[in-house]
């Protein structure tokens, strides 16, 4: 079935998708099950949204236009719904455990993902979200690593599960889109309570742009980091986008010992 247009004042880079049956076989790829509490993230016209109430999910649907939070309460607040007008990036998340199964909107995607990811002592089970395959690409990949998708997959194994066309969505992008998915780990590779100290680890490391012994200065010398290297199975003069998340692991968990 065929969703209405985007409105005159929607919120930019919302493309929404034209299918409830592809919505519902998204909610159902999900692993959604009768009484999960549910996140919709920039819900729009509400296919996602209603394709959750099917499957029997406790929904929280996030929308920041208020002609289209105003049209979602109408409709799926008689069934349970909650319908949030807010901006995700500065939303607060539940404090329950929860999921995520959203079609974000394409502009600011990535500052809404680091709002739901940034801190891993939330209790985000999973997310299968919507993005553009770009965005998608770059953070599913092994390497080159960014900083955000190394620090993300200390908690989340990340992985495309499906790929869209433009034709999917009303109105199309101008590019293709994707299903990526976050899956939380049952043995996470940095504890949650340091993941702040991480991070700051991380993004010295990024930001520096020169082999690790130079950029991890103070934090190994270069005779550990090459004991390291050795152990974690990377060069020594690996730069930070060189090492995958297992390794950088293991190095930050050396970094923490040693430096206490």
């Known amino acids: 079935m065929a969703v209405r247009q985007r409105p005159s004042q929607?919120?930019?880079?919302?493309?929404f998708l034209r299918s409830?049956?592809?919505?519902?076989?998204?909610?159902?790829?999900?692993?959604?099950?009768?009484?999960?509490l549910v996140v919709d993230v920039g819900a729009g016209t509400g296919?996602?949204?209603?394709?959750?109430?099917?499957?029997?999910?406790?929904?929280?649907?996030?929308?920041?236009?208020?002609?289209?939070?105003?049209?979602?309460?109408r409709r799926f607040a008689p069934r349970g719904a909650r319908v949030v007008e807010d901006d995700a990036r500065s939303w607060t998340w539940p404090r329950?455990?929860?999921?995520?199964?959203?079609?974000?909107?394409?502009?600011g995607s990535g500052e809404i993902l680091s709002s739901l990811l940034g801190d891993p002592t939330r209790r985000l089970e999973h997310a299968s979200v919507i993005v553009q395959w770009e965005l998608a690409e770059k953070?599913?990949?092994?390497w080159p690593a960014t900083m955000r998708a190394t620090y993300w997959r200390a908690w989340f194994v990340i992985a495309i599960v499906g790929r869209l066309a433009r034709s999917a969505f009303a109105p199309p992008p101008s590019v293709d889109a994707a299903v990526l998915r976050f899956l939380r780990r049952?043995?996470?590779?940095?504890?949650?309570?340091e993941h702040l100290?991480?991070?700051?680890?991380?993004?010295?490391?990024?930001?520096?742009?020169?082999?690790?012994r130079h950029a991890l200065r103070g934090q190994v010398t270069p005779r550990e980091l090459r004991r390291l290297a050795t152990h974690l199975g990377f060069e020594p003069g690996s730069r930070a986008r060189d090492l995958d998340a297992y390794q950088w692991a293991g190095l930050f968990d050396y970094a923490r010992r040693v430096r206490r």
């Open 96 to 107: 329950d455990p929860f999921s995520v199964v959203s079609n974000l909107p394409f502009t």
């Open 20 to 36: 409830s049956r592809l919505a519902a076989e998204i909610v159902k790829d999900a692993g959604i099950a009768p009484g999960d």
């Open 47 to 73: 296919v996602i949204t209603r394709a959750l109430l099917d499957a029997g999910a406790e929904v929280v649907a996030v929308e920041l236009d208020p002609g289209l939070a105003a049209d979602l309460r």
């Open 139 to 142: 953070q599913a990949a092994v």
């Open 10 to 15: 929607g919120a930019p880079g919302q493309h």
């Open 197 to 212: 100290r991480y991070r700051k680890l991380l993004a010295d490391a990024f930001r520096a742009q020169a082999p690790l």
């Open 186 to 193: 049952h043995r996470p590779l940095v504890p949650p309570d």
